[in-house]
């Protein structure tokens, strides 16, 4: 028999009818883990009550809020394309209950915890597939819980993302099963929701039909042609459907329709890329535990043996496969890109930890299959990798971008030692998958490293915004002049390097006061690289600032005074809210300097 095919799967008629009775069947378990989950990701919430990753999470606040309460989707009082909608769109439910930016910011988070939860759902209904009821449910709550939850405690597209990446996967898998057109319009909806949530969807159909054309290769050895025509024929709406959208998507904007993601399609030398696609492969690798990810490298070698495992179980591990090197090579470029600031980038990567973990119970289930040429090759691969780790990615703190690498970073000591532990922890965990038939242990390794990675992703957040004065007094101007108020953020300092001790203020006033609409600055951009006014500072004090809206009143963050009304003072920071002369144009002169 081959491996998958028994032990309480789904086969033969069953199949097309099988995937939503599997879930209505465990629906008060799967109710009990998602419910679980959300509560655990609000306590881990607890300790963070405002932002802490500049500027990603300002951005899709703003947005959030210029949905919310007029319609549209704007930074600082300008039109914002090329960021995803869906996230914001969801977080506007949130802007609308809040009674204030603070109490929306705290839905916001409880809403973080529910979506990012019901991953669960999907995870199951593709776990329960391959795998016993038990092990299912084990899956689901795994995925519910991976260490990346401690992103739920802040406003970031990854939680709307990793519900709809394995939504689409699952999708996905029920297509490769019956490649109707119908089936397959779906897996387009649900790439094109992720996409609009995320760019970095723009690999998941490539890399869907990648795997159906090997599928169809691996199913037919002796007839290979035959099968590749007529697995691009079965896939002919697919593949309508990317030409038409990559055609749409250049006549509308080329390179801007990726936002973010346009580094994607730079051209790169290849030796970096290959160096950085290894050393995120080193980052998941140690994210989950070693263990999981050397079971489903003997599952691709497994996948390619046309009776060695059941064809549902193939689907599911060449698709991970496809989806994984889709995923890994945007990863690769973005640590290759200036963006990628010399680190790994786990963050946009682990959303294929469900689909390893099946694979990997899958494998369990299966009896430990450890054919000698793969597993040796697997075991001798995992054990090296954590060598391709740049010392860039050691040395500085990865924090949320790589929570794997964060427990070797606060240890302390020295970059070459930390590799050389990471390379002991690979080699002794595959060790134990080289030769232990104990099931628990392997189990128990992989439990180990998510929950240590876990431990240590929250510490690093609840650091992140243990201090901070700025933040003490958050709706200080929307308590003063009202949340409808237009009022704008001045940066007056002209000296170089003034803005680094203060910029934390104007995200402080601008993130938790819906009155702050634009921010203008005298020294050029702030850190966060969000778009800004040009402030000029002329010598005998005036101010002048275009703003695509008439301000009544400024906030000032730095120890410049206004000859203007003061409405009110922050205590913490001392900055200081004025009150403009509505009939001055800024063009003109916006306010004036007091002389010192």
């Known amino acids: 028999m081959a491996l998958g095919a028994g032990r309480g799967r789904v086969n033969g008629k069953a199949e097309a009818a099988g995937w939503g009775r599997l879930v209505v069947g465990a ?307 973005l640590s290759a890109s200036p963006y990628g600031l010399g680190r790994t980038h786990e963050r946009n990567l682990f959303y294929l930890a469900p689909l390893v973990l099946i694979c990997f119970f899958a494998w369990i289930e299966a009896g430990l299959p450890r054919p000698r040429g793969a597993s040796l090759t697997v075991a001798v691969v995992l054990s090296l990798l954590p060598l391709t780790i740049p010392l860039s990615a050691i040395v500085t703190s990865s924090g949320e971008d790589g929570l794997a690498l964060v427990a070797w970073q606060d240890h302390g000591v020295m970059p070459g030692r930390t590799m050389k532990e990471m390379v002991v922890v690979a080699v002794l965990a595959t060790a134990v998958f080289l030769v232990s038939r104990r099931t628990t242990l392997m189990i128990g390794i992989a439990l180990a490293a998510l929950s240590i990675v876990l431990f240590v992703g929250e510490r690093h957040a609840v650091r992140g915004v243990s201090t901070g004065a700025a933040w003490r007094d958050k709706g200080w101007i929307d308590r003063a002049v009202g949340p409808d108020a237009q009022v704008v953020a001045l940066w007056t300092a002209t000296t170089p390097g003034a803005q680094g001790s203060r910029t934390t203020n104007v995200w402080a006033d601008e993130f938790f006061n819906q009155s702050v609409r634009d921010v203008a600055s005298a020294n050029g951009r702030l850190p966060d690289g969000l778009p800004i006014e040009r402030l000029r500072v002329r010598a005998d004090g005036c101010l002048q600032a275009r703003f695509p809206f008439r301000p009544g009143y400024a906030v000032v963050e730095t120890t410049a005074k206004l000859t203007a009304p003061v409405v009110a003072v922050n205590q913490w920071t001392r900055s200081v809210l004025y009150r403009l002369d509505p009939r001055a144009p800024g063009r003109t002169c916006l306010a004036r300097m007091q002389r010192r």
């Open 27 to 333: 629906w008060p378990r799967l109710a009990a883990v998602v419910a679980g989950c959300s509560l655990v990701h609000g306590l881990l919430a607890l300790p963070i009550r405002r932002p802490h990753i500049f500027g990603d999470e300002l951005i899709y606040w703003e947005l959030s809020r210029g949905f919310a309460w007029t319609g549209h989707f704007t930074v600082r009082g300008g039109a914002a394309p090329r960021y995803g909608v869906v996230y914001p769109a969801l977080l506007a439910v949130a802007q609308r209950i809040g009674h204030d930016q603070a109490a929306a910011y705290a839905i916001a988070q409880g809403l973080n915890a529910v979506v990012f939860s019901l991953t669960a759902v999907p995870a199951y209904a593709i776990a329960s597939r391959v795998l016993t009821q038990r092990h299912a449910l084990l899956v689901a709550a795994l995925t519910a819980i991976v260490p990346s939850c401690v992103l739920t405690g802040a406003i970031m597209t990854e939680n709307a993302f990793y519900p709809l990446f394995v939504t689409s996967a699952l999708l996905m898998m029920r297509a490769l099963e019956r490649p109707s057109a119908p089936r397959q319009m779906l897996v387009v909806l649900a790439v094109l929701l992720t996409f609009l949530t995320r760019p970095q969807a723009v690999v998941l159909l490539p890399s869907y039909l990648l795997a159906a054309i090997l599928l169809a290769v691996i199913a037919s050895p002796g007839r290979r042609l035959p099968a590749l025509r007529q697995a691009l024929r079965q896939h002919a709406p697919t593949f309508g459907v990317l030409i038409l959208g990559s055609i749409a998507a250049l006549a509308r904007g080329g390179l801007s329709a990726l936002g973010p993601y346009h580094v994607l399609v730079t051209s790169y030398r290849v030796k970096p890329l290959a160096r950085w696609g290894l050393a995120n492969l080193a980052d998941i690798e140690l994210y989950l535990g070693v263990i999981p990810l050397a079971a489903f490298g003997v599952m691709v070698a497994l996948a390619f043996r046309k009776a060695a495992i059941s064809a549902e179980l193939r689907r599911l591990v060449i698709l991970t496969a496809c989806l994984g090197l889709g995923l890994l090579a945007t990863v690769a470029v």
